[in-house]
């Protein structure tokens, strides 16, 4: 059973790595980020009250995101396992999900993958994809907010023996290849 958590600075490849391991597990692949993006794409209330967040590189409120992933995490696809991209990204997420973990599965141990990236590789990839928040000023908030709120949870997992370190600064399939080394291990 796969049920993975990706942590990673923005441009660290969670959303590109749990994609193409999603497919090769055949579980879902569940991003916060393109679900925040999709709503926001049809204006939905959710879409509306995160675009102001995500414009400005800021984090959506927690209860908003910890909605959504309680009810995707509900739905009966995610029986076989699961890729969650880009949650939790703060404490306060992660004992959320701890909650809901416990609630759903009885609390069996779950894998927490942390992508390692330069920051000016960083920088550099995200401005070449360009998206609506990839503009410099945007992702040096981005940056900020993942070292100040995110970047905690790498200790918080690391002391609960949940964390496993890639080399994130890798082609993408030396990444991959790594990634499934290490979760099948
Ligand atoms: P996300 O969508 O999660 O965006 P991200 O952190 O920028 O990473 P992403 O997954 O898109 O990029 P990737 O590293 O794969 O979040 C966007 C916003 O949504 C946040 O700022 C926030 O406002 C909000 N949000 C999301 N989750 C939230 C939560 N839990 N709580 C509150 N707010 C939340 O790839 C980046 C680029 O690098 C791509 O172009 C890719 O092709 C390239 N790349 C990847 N790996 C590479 C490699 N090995 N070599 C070369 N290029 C590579």
New binding site residues.
């Given amino acids: 059973m796969t049920r993975l958590i990706f942590l ?11 994609e193409t391991l999603a497919h090769h597990r055949n579980i879902p692949h569940i ?4 679900i ?2 999709q709503a926001m794409q049809k204006q939905t209330p959710l879409g509306v009250k ?1 675009q102001d ?2 414009s400005r ?6 209860q908003l ?1 910890n909605d959504l ?1 309680k009810e995707r995490l509900y739905e009966p696809d995610t029986e076989q396992g699961w890729i969650l ?6 404490v306060s ?1 992660a004992s959320f999900l701890d909650e809901l973990l416990q609630e759903k599965h009885n609390h069996q141990v779950v894998r927490v993958v942390n ?1 390692e990236v330069p920051d000016d590789v960083l920088m550099a ?2 401005l ?2 360009g ?1 609506a ?2 503009n410099e000023e945007v992702i040096r908030r ?1 940056l900020e ?2 070292r100040e709120q995110t970047a905690p949870l790498i200790d918080f997992y690391r002391d609960r023996q949940q964390l496993i370190c890639v080399n ?5 399939d ?2 991959t290849a790594e990634l499934l080394d290490v979760i099948d291990s």
Avoid at 57 to 62: I, K, S, T
Wanted: net charge neutral; aromatic share 6%.
């Fill in positions: 990673g600075a923005p441009g660290a490849g969670k959303g590109t790595q749990a991003s916060t980020g393109d925040l993006r995160a967040y995500v590189g800021e984090l959506v409120p927690d995101v992933v991209d880009g949650f939790p990204r703060k997420q992508l990839r995200l070449a994809r998206r928040d990839d981005r907010v993942y994130g600064d890798q082609s993408l030396e990444v």
